[in-house]
């Protein structure tokens, strides 16, 4: 089993800047990708991030592009989102996940989940 605690989520004002960071404990060997989504109210959570374990590579929700950036820190067991110009439309509970497989930018791919950490962008 594969458990992950998101942290880091808080208010901030438009083009300001968060970092979230998500813990992971378990069998982390299992773990192809880290993923980060979000969902704000009433809409569907969608992908906005991800990192591959092993290799570092990342890709991007296009909106995000830019602004955002994944990375990951395998010894300690850590992945992060560094978000940057942050627009109110950032909004949202914001979810790290992880997969066993790929289709890294497809929700039903993640086999873990964490419980979620708040980010509010005001304007």
């Known amino acids: 089993q594969v458990q992950l605690e998101e942290s880091g989520g808080g208010s901030v004002q438009a083009g300001g800047s968060l970092r979230l960071s998500c813990a992971l404990s378990g069998r982390t060997f299992s773990i192809y990708s880290m993923g980060w989504f979000r969902q704000a109210p009433g809409k569907e959570r969608e992908f906005v991030a991800a990192i591959t374990w092993r290799g570092g590579g990342t890709t991007y929700l296009d909106s995000v592009k830019g602004r955002y950036t994944i990375s990951r820190d395998n010894a300690k067991n850590m992945v992060y989102l560094q978000m940057n110009s942050l627009k109110p439309e950032d909004t949202a509970v914001y979810y790290c996940?992880?997969?066993?497989?790929?289709?890294?930018?497809?929700?039903?791919?993640?086999?873990?989940w964490g419980q979620g950490t708040q980010v509010t962008v005001s304007s």
């Open positions: 996940a992880g997969s066993k497989s790929g289709s890294w930018r497809e929700q039903r791919s993640y086999d873990y």
